[in-house]
């Protein structure tokens, strides 16, 4: 889930509550979602921001 504010992308484990932060210093960040489709890598989460950008995120 995107935190904007927080320029944080979290994973939220609803059974718990517990939270796991996956990326930050991601300033306006308000949608995450996983690649699909031709050009869009299915394994990235793709984070986009309130001024129209678009940050790839993968595991290193």
């Known amino acids: 889930m995107a935190l904007n504010v927080a320029g944080r992308v979290?994973?939220?484990?609803?059974?718990?509550?517990?939270v796991c932060t996956v990326a930050d210093g991601l300033?306006?960040?308000s949608s995450v979602r996983f690649g699909a489709?031709?050009?869009w890598d299915?394994?990235?989460?793709?984070?986009?921001?309130?001024l129209g950008g678009l940050t790839s995120l993968t595991r290193g």
């Open 27 to 29: 300033p306006l960040v």
């Open 10 to 18: 979290v994973r939220l484990d609803p059974g718990t509550g517990d």
């Open 37 to 39: 489709g031709p050009g």
């Open 42 to 50: 299915p394994k990235a989460l793709y984070a986009t921001n309130s």
